[in-house]
């Protein structure tokens, strides 16, 4: 389980994508020249999911199940099915391996250890919480706050596809790199 990078740069990681919310943020990422992770649930793919613009922009694109249940409350058979049509799901759409796995809400047990070593998959978590989803728009500065105040070398850091995390996501890349800190590239990087 990886909860910090090894190469001490700062990755930046979005759950519970892919969301209507997407393209704004690429286009943030795109403009700061930040590449990211994204932890997606397979029961919101669509046809429209701009996956492409995803992986040729560097991005990679990991596992956050099919319908982003609380593992702790699965018995070993419905995580292993969780896991496996997300898997399955988001291979047949990029053609790439999933490498990458994050489970809902950071809830995980030792079924989860298992299923995850089945299926060939890390499991990655985050040292910085955002707090973007509990935060709304009128709380932005909170959503800065919570990275930039607790972001150090190698931290991983969560954020999710929501409309709070478009407007903190420019000062949250901007105040990691007065900090003196370095973004992490997870297209060169090996899980």
């Known amino acids: ?4 990078n090894h190469d001490n740069s700062v990755l930046l990681t979005f759950d519970d994508g892919p969301t209507e919310y997407l ?8 403009e700061k020249n930040v590449q990211g992770v994204f932890f997606w649930q397979s029961n919101l793919l669509t046809n429209g999911t701009p996956w492409k613009r995803v992986l ?6 990991g596992s956050h199940a099919h319908s982003h249940p609380n593992f702790e409350e699965l018995i070993y058979e419905e995580q292993y099915e969780e896991v496996r049509r997300s898997k399955e799901m988001l291979e047949k759409m990029i053609g790439n391996r999933i490498e990458i796995f994050r489970p809902p809400y950071g809830l995980y ?14 499991i990655i978590l985050w040292k910085v919480a955002s707090w973007d989803w509990k935060h709304g728009l009128d709380e932005v ?3 800065v706050e919570n990275v930039v105040d ?4 190698g931290d991983i850091v969560l ?6 995390t478009i407007e903190a996501l ?4 901007d105040g990691i790199r007065q900090k003196g800190l370095v973004l992490a590239e997870p297209s060169k990087k090996r899980f």
């Open 23 to 30: 393209s704004e943020i690429l286009s943030i990422l795109d």
């Open 109 to 122: 047990d030792s079924n989860t250890h298992r299923v995850a070593n089945e299926l060939n998959l890390r």
């Open 170 to 173: 420019p000062r949250i890349i």
């Open 150 to 153: 607790n972001v150090s070398k």
């Open 1 to 4: 389980m990886i909860v910090k």
């Open 159 to 164: 954020l999710h596809e929501l409309p709070q």
């Open 56 to 61: 040729s922009n560097g991005h990679l694109i």
């Open 141 to 143: 500065d909170d959503i």
